[in-house]
């Protein structure tokens, strides 16, 4: 029998209606509305089908009966009716999902948007942090801001933080640190908020006025802490002299970012979820982008698709299980989210609400689990911290729920909290960051050091001493990387805040696992920090310029009496001369009267003419020999009483003489403290705000709190800079100025900096010992005292001191001479004397040219004149004067030849 048209017709159309019911039987809508970023360039929406693609393609999720689609929606509200309206009418009530994905973004003023609509259908999903205290009973992709709260506390504990800012951008940020600003009170933090408003550079202003050095960013979406960072980069805040902790999880840094950062060797500590990436290669199905570029809500939009699909899979293993229905009649009708209540009445939560919670699976932010409130569990946040070529390195990682964890990968929990850091300070799994100071020889830059990166561009005592612990350190994979210290002090806590800055601060907020260098061991650190056995003992010297090298005043013999006494022993001088010559003059008794009277020869004269009178004044003075003394007793009383005088100005004035001209040796021999004290003339200083200087300052010692008064007192102050300063200072105070440091940085001073003009005392002011810190309860400490009592044990130590300290040495090698010239008289000392010797032959040569030039006439005429006066004064009973004139007759009694014996 032909059926009609009609009937035919009619057949098809219930042929296509059985079809397309049986296939919207088949179909299972999951909704996705989104906002002003996620729906940016339909990346959102492509994650999602991606997502929803691999869930189709796997049979176990949904069976090979039922597919899943993707119902999206765009909403960009200002207020939160328009948000729940989309959610209930056009995604639950129209299109009938069976969950729903919310972002924030689709109303960025209404705050949780999927915590509010949580409470009026199920099951719904959130992919932003929330907010704190909300009451949300959503899935939540992120972890949930509770969990987010107690991780900063860890987090800053762990740092040891003390004083920093906080930088937030909108009221709900600042309501999820709610407990952390609340944890300020309680470990007497000094926190700092500033709101970012799109105006940065009054942060940067703040920043710097304040000296700040802890930032702790956290804001509402990656796009903005990346803009931070940015920002931050390029006015000189992001760098290594401040801590950035980054409290967004997983901000993706390009290739090009991360290297400016390392560049500048900014010091940042970031957070990723942490996750196996092998699982994740056979996920995503965008084959233009890579999984690593992702951020994290990229992550978890694909995560919650997956999460969906897994609680569909238990769901039908449910309710197969319970035998109430065939498989293939599980889903979707039975699936669909619950209508949103019109009134008052309590929403009903949907029938597979509670299999969302049943499985963990690996996905693309790591295991996703949820406990019964929707919050996320079981998740482990990966700690990234540190600076240059370790700024990507591994510093712990913090697990959500550590049974679980201990379970997973059946590893002990070493750690009583979530935080888990003990392999990670042992260097198992990463390098350890040793931080030091540039200070020669302990460490030094190479020459040219641009050519070369990481550790090798320093040298020095500390890097042969790393290199000798990792040969003989056990139990641990000793791998470092060498950084400088920000502010290149060695450390110091501040008696107000508490805080400590220098090389003890990088280890007390966790920024370093080792300090090494000239490091003092002294009670206020070891209670901070750890200290390893000591690999080296020192103390405090004296630098000062070499004696042999200052320049004092060549005339300093002439220091012993003062300028007044030498005028008035001058003027002495010159009365004693001029009474002789008066008395010679008018004395009957005395040599000229004396020619007069024919009593003796012509020429005695002038024994005591004027200037023979100043020349015996001048014999006597040296105690030299004179030719002839007074005969008359007025003369000889003068003469007696000259020389007594002599006699007590020359002993003064010799007794004095030896202080004045080793007045550049007396530094050198001092041994203490008090030595120092007891002498004036030369001034001592120390690196200001050093260790040295507030090792005195806080000393209970007398000696040492006096030497502090001294130093903080004394105008100009005598404090430097640094030891460079120093050094410098020394050398340019040709001995006036005495430089106080640890022993070790003065001996390579004074040894390997050319010119040698440098000299360390032999005393020890105190003494000490250097020893490498580590954190506080470190387990490096053991490993690190271990190795150094190895090397101690080997004479390592021992080599390497002679190796930086006497084998290279410049100026270690002196003669015996040149040793003994810190003690003894050296012609720098005697050049005055050499001076005046050198001005008296001048003089004398000046003199004799003179004598020789204008008396050569008077010679000559006396010459032509001598014959004459021979044959004149030839006679048989008489003598001649000499010169010619009367005969001499012999006195009373005597023959001529009893006169001239």
């Known amino acids: 029998m032909k059926l009609s048209q009609t009937a035919k017709f009619v057949w098809i159309f219930l042929l296509v209606e059985v079809y397309i019911h049986t296939s919207e039987q088949n179909i299972v809508n999951i909704g996705v509305i989104l906002g002003h970023e996620t729906d940016d360039n339909d990346l959102y929406k492509n994650i999602f089908k991606d997502a929803v693609n691999i869930v189709n393609r796997n049979s176990t999720f949904l069976s090979g009966q039922h597919q899943m689609l993707l119902i999206d929606h765009v909403l960009y509200a200002n207020y939160v009716y328009p948000a729940l309206q989309a959610v209930c009418n056009t995604m639950v009530q129209t299109q009938r999902v069976s969950s729903l994905i919310l972002p924030e ?400 601060g990088e280890l007390v907020r966790r920024k370093a696992d080792i300090a090494a260098g000239p490091v003092s061991i002294t009670s206020e650190r070891d209670a901070a920090v750890d200290f390893s056995y000591p690999f080296m003992h020192s103390g405090l010297q004296i630098l000062i310029k070499h004696p042999n090298h200052v320049l004092d005043d060549p005339f300093a013999f002439m220091y012993p009496f003062g300028i007044e006494v030498w005028f008035l022993n001058a003027i002495c001088f010159l009365m004693v001369s001029a009474l002789l010559w008066v008395i010679n003059s008018f004395n009957p008794y005395e040599w000229k009267a004396s020619v007069e009277r024919h009593e003796t020869f012509g020429e005695n004269i002038d024994n005591f003419s004027f200037k023979n009178s100043l020349w015996f004044s001048a014999s006597t003075l040296v105690f030299q020999s004179y030719d002839a003394s007074p005969r008359s007793t007025a003369g000889r009383v003068i003469a007696g009483f000259w020389w007594v005088f002599v006699v007590i100005m020359v002993f003064l004035y010799l007794t004095n003489l030896t202080f004045w001209l080793t007045a550049s040796k007396r530094l050198a021999t001092i041994r203490s403290a008090e030595d120092l004290l007891d002498q004036y003339e030369i001034k001592y200083g120390v690196v200001d705000e050093g260790s040295v200087y507030y090792f005195l300052k806080n000393s209970s010692n007398p000696d040492f709190q006096q030497m502090y008064s001294t130093v903080e007192n004394t105008i100009p102050k005598p404090t430097v800079a640094n030891v460079s300063e120093g050094v410098k200072k020394v050398r340019e105070s040709n001995g006036d100025f005495a430089f106080i440091d640890e022993t070790g940085i003065l001996r390579y001073q004074a040894d390997q900096a050319e010119p040698c003009d440098l000299y360390v005392t032999g005393g020890f002011i105190s003494r000490n010992s250097y020893g490498l810190a580590v954190q506080k309860d470190s387990p490096l400490r053991d490993q690190l005292s271990f190795a150094i009592e190895t090397l101690r044990d080997t004479r390592s130590l021992e080599h390497l001191e002679r190796q930086w300290w006497q084998w290279d040495s410049k100026c270690g090698n002196l003669t015996t001479w040149e040793k003994q010239g810190i003690y003894s008289l050296t012609s720098v000392d005697l050049m005055g004397v050499y001076i005046l010797l050198i001005i008296g032959c001048i003089a004398a040569g000046v003199v004799f040219l003179i004598e020789c030039i204008c008396t050569g006439k008077d010679i000559d005429q006396s010459r032509e004149r001598a014959p004459a006066r021979r044959d004149a004064s030839r006679g048989p009973t008489s003598t001649t004067a000499v010169g010619g004139g009367n005969p001499i007759q012999p006195p009373p009694g005597q023959t001529n030849h009893q006169q001239w014996i």
């Open 105 to 504: 973004d689709i109303c960025p003023m209404c705050g949780d948007v999927a915590a509010m609509a949580s409470h009026a259908t199920s099951p719904v999903f959130s992919l932003d942090p929330g907010s704190l205290k909300s009451g949300s009973v959503a899935f939540k992709m992120h972890p949930s801001p509770e969990d987010m709260s107690e991780f900063f506390l860890d987090m800053l504990v762990y740092f040891n933080w003390r004083n920093f800012m906080i930088i937030y951008d909108t009221d709900q940020i600042y309501a999820n640190l709610e407990d952390v600003i609340s944890a300020g009170n309680i470990y007497k933090w000094n926190i700092t908020l500033r709101k970012y408003d799109n105006n940065f550079d009054r942060i940067v202003e703040f920043i710097k006025i304040e000296e700040i050095r802890n930032i702790f960013l956290y804001t509402s979406t990656e796009k903005t802490t990346r803009r931070i960072m940015e920002m931050g980069l390029d006015e000189g805040v992001v760098s290594d002299q401040h801590h950035w902790i980054v409290g967004n999880l997983d901000v993706y840094l390009d290739r090009s970012f991360m290297e400016e950062l390392e560049v500048n060797r900014a010091y940042m500590t970031r957070f990723k979820m942490n996750y196996t990436t092998q699982w994740q290669y056979s996920y995503p199905s965008s084959p233009d982008r890579r999984l690593i570029d992702w951020p994290l809500r990229e992550r978890l939009s694909f995560d919650a698709v997956l999460t969906i699909a897994h609680g569909m899979r238990r769901y039908r293993e449910r309710v197969r299980e319970e035998g109430r229905i065939e498989d293939i009649n599980i889903l979707p009708g039975d699936t669909m989210m619950n209508s949103c209540p019109i009134n008052s009445d309590t929403p009903t939560r949907a029938l597979w609400n509670d299999d969302l919670t049943y499985y963990n699976f690996e996905g693309l932010t790591g295991n996703v689990a949820f406990n019964p409130n929707g919050d996320r569990v079981n998740y482990t946040i990966m700690i990234y911290s540190g600076q240059g070529e370790t700024f990507d390195t591994v510093r712990g990682e913090w697990s959500q729920n550590p049974l679980h964890w201990e379970s997973r990968y059946n590893i002990e929990w070493r750690n009583e909290g979530r935080l888990n850091v003990t392999k990670y300070v042992l260097g198992l799994e990463r390098r350890l960051k040793v931080v030091s100071i540039l200070q020669a020889p302990f460490l030094m830059y190479r020459d040219k050091v641009d050519r070369y990166r990481g550790n090798a561009r320093f040298r020095g005592y500390i890097m042969d001493l790393l290199e000798e612990i990792a040969r003989v350190v056990k139990g641990i994979n000793f791998e470092y990387e060498v950084e400088l210290v920000a502010d290149g002090k060695y450390g110091r806590r501040d008696e107000y805040s508490n805080e400590w800055d220098g090389l003890i």
